[in-house]
């Protein structure tokens, strides 16, 4: 179980949000943690934009990872890959009221310099993103 102490000493060695989730729930699902990082890699801080959570993309990629479809006509994996991503989406609005990146951050995008200067200023990261990281673990192990 990842703790938010080994969380916020992953983001200052580098790992972003998405990293964090994808590279704890790999244990899960067959996948070794180095792999997942490098997928996740791209999708931390909003994807880039402050849009959706990394923490949610992180745990859709595992979910993705178990449920998906890998080729052509395979309709029931791609249909349950789906209804896993809706249900996991459902309950974690209801937990944490949405899913965008930029709202857990008071509204402030962290690609954008003088927002993140205030980011950081206020300790936004620090504050909220290790627990939101390791409630996300929790979640979306209910799913796998």
Same mark, same amino acid.
């Given at each position: 179980?990842?703790?938010?102490?080994?969380?916020?000493? %992953?983001?200052?060695?580098?790992? =972003?949000? !998405?990293? !964090?989730?994808?590279?704890?729930? !790999?244990?899960?699902?067959?996948?070794?943690?180095? @792999?997942?990082? *490098?997928?996740? %890699?791209?999708?931390?801080?909003?994807?880039?934009?402050?849009?959706? =959570?990394?923490? @949610?993309?992180?745990?859709?990629?595992?979910?993705?990872?178990?449920?998906?479809?890998?080729? %052509?006509?395979?309709?029931?994996?791609?249909?349950?890959? *789906?209804?896993?991503?809706?249900?996991?989406?459902?309950?974690?609005?209801?937990?944490?009221?949405?899913?965008? =990146?930029?709202?857990?951050?008071?509204?402030?995008?962290?690609?954008? %310099?003088?927002?993140?200067?205030?980011?950081?200023?206020?300790?936004?990261? *620090?504050?909220? =993103?290790?627990?939101?990281?390791?409630?996300?673990?929790?979640?979306?192990?209910?799913?796998?």
């Amino acid at each position: 179980m990842l703790s938010e102490k080994e969380v916020l000493q %992953s983001f200052e060695d580098g790992i =972003c949000c !998405a990293m !964090a989730v994808f590279g704890e729930l !790999a244990q899960d699902i067959g996948l070794e943690r180095e @792999v997942a990082y *490098k997928i996740a %890699s791209g999708f931390g801080s909003g994807i880039g934009y402050g849009s959706t =959570c990394g923490c @949610v993309t992180g745990a859709l990629m595992a979910l993705g990872y178990k449920y998906g479809n890998y080729g %052509s006509g395979q309709f029931d994996q791609k249909e349950a890959v *789906k209804k896993q991503r809706e249900a996991f989406q459902k309950e974690f609005k209801k937990q944490f009221g949405h899913i965008e =990146c930029i709202e857990f951050l008071e509204n402030l995008n962290p690609t954008d %310099s003088e927002e993140r200067k205030m980011i950081d200023e206020r300790e936004l990261i *620090k504050k909220k =993103c290790p627990t939101l990281v390791c409630a996300t673990c929790e979640l979306a192990r209910k799913f796998l």
